[in-house]
């Protein structure tokens, strides 16, 4: 397994829209490998290929205490969601900014598992608010996008420094 480089806000292929996985394959579940050590080395509770740069519709969720309750969301569509709940989020593309972003409290989501087969999940508190996380950066979008342009500016000018100081060491 391989731990990949995740994408930091505001690089651009984190607005790259996500096509369909057409195969569930042995590349594919290289992929859900690689992307879980690089999920948990990190550690975070969520991670979507295109915060890899890998532009196709494949989500990793686990929100267990332990880690060792990994989902595997292959072409993820919610089919259903109701009512309404704040959390503060964070994002391993946007390190360190955790921001409030109100999202559905509970929903439905169907997708394929890794063996290709297709299942149906209902989530609420956490889980739900980690799958449309995840579903978003699918979509390119980055939960700082949610937030005023006053805010969002902040944390991209901030984000930007940062990557400087990278580059310096
Ligand atoms: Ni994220």
Do not use: W
């Amino acid at each position: 397994m391989t731990i990949l480089a995740i994408l930091h806000y505001p690089d651009a292929r984190l607005h790259t829209i996500a096509k369909p996985v057409a195969d569930v394959n042995d590349d594919i579940r290289q992929l859900i490998d690689d992307m879980a050590e690089t999920m948990y080395d990190a550690p975070g509770i969520g991670l979507a290929a295109t915060q890899v740069n890998k532009h196709t519709q494949l989500i990793l969720v686990d929100t267990s205490k332990d880690k060792s309750q990994l989902q595997v969301f292959i072409n993820p569509k919610i089919t259903a969601k109701s009512g309404e709940q704040d959390f503060d989020e964070g994002c391993l593309s946007v390190p360190n900014i955790y921001e409030s972003v109100t999202r559905a409290e509970n929903i439905t989501v169907e997708a394929l598992d890794r063996n290709g087969k297709k299942f149906s999940l209902n989530a609420d508190g956490l889980l739900a608010v980690c799958i449309q996380h995840e579903m978003d950066h699918l979509l390119g979008k980055v939960f700082v996008e949610y937030l005023s342009p006053l805010k969002r500016n902040r944390i991209r000018a901030k984000m930007l420094k940062l990557a400087r100081g990278y580059d310096e060491r």
